[in-house]
């Protein structure tokens, strides 16, 4: 209709965990020398919660040890009860851990102990785990889907997989682990695009200049 159009993402305030990594490991169980993958939202079809889990096992024990992998979910919700039987029929119970859902102020707490943010969704309206996995400087692993590929660009600020694709989150779970160079270069970038893009303080501005706007009558 050739009505102009402006989009502001949604304004949020994320905090980081004033405490610092080692001892929040130590008091949720975790050692200084695991590689904790975190998944973060509602455990539902969705959110591609079983997806993960697949490609995590598929992993293999074997691997999964030598390289100190611990996968943790936090969140809660219908598929939960099949995912824990899953890991316990398969005797993974030691490397796949359900914390269930944390109060607000400590989700900051999750994103500081962990290594890797998979968010393995077919569809998302805005990322804002995502958003909050930059803010925090995760190296993150997302769909090639609506409302994550908007925030990431694969190879540029973190990796995107194919939808539903079990072996290709598996390969991209590996070239994480395996090289360390790829992980901080792709996390450092998703930190800079938050601030460039999503920061609270710039948004607001965004916000207070769009609303000044349309009282003075520039928009109509």
Same mark, same amino acid.
């Given at each position: ?142 769909? =090639?889907? %609506?409302?994550? $590929?908007? !925030?990431?660009?694969?190879? &540029? /600020?973190?990796? @995107? ?17 395996? =090289?360390? %160079?790829?992980? $901080?270069? !792709?996390?450092?970038?998703? &930190? /800079?695009?938050? @601030? ?25």
């Amino acid at each position: 209709s050739g009505r102009k159009m402006k989009v502001i993402p949604p304004l949020i305030p994320f905090r980081e965990s004033k405490i610092p990594k080692g001892e929040l490991r130590n008091k949720y169980g975790f050692s200084d020398d695991d590689m904790i993958i975190l998944s973060l939202g509602s455990i539902k079809k969705i959110k591609g919660c079983d997806k993960l889990l697949d490609a995590f096992l598929n992993l293999g024990k074997r691997y999964i040890k030598e390289k100190n992998l611990k996968l943790l979910y936090v969140g809660d919700g219908p598929m939960k009860p099949a995912l824990k039987r899953e890991v316990n029929d398969r005797s993974f119970n030691q490397y796949v851990k359900f914390f269930g859902s944390v109060p607000y102020e400590k989700v900051s707490q999750m994103y500081k102990l962990a290594d890797i943010y998979v968010i393995p969704s077919l569809f998302e309206s805005f990322g804002i785990s995502v958003a909050e996995a930059m803010f925090n400087g995760l190296p993150i692993i997302g769909t =090639d889907a %609506n409302g994550i $590929n908007s !925030l990431i660009s694969h190879q &540029k /600020n973190g990796l @995107l997989f194919e939808k539903g694709d079990i072996e290709d989150l598996k390969e991209k779970i590996e070239e994480l682990v395996e =090289d360390q %160079n790829m992980s $901080n270069r !792709l996390s450092n970038a998703a &930190k /800079n695009d938050y @601030l460039k893009n999503y920061k609270f303080d710039n948004i607001l501005s965004e916000h207070i200049k769009l609303y000044k706007n349309i009282v003075e009558g520039i928009y109509d």
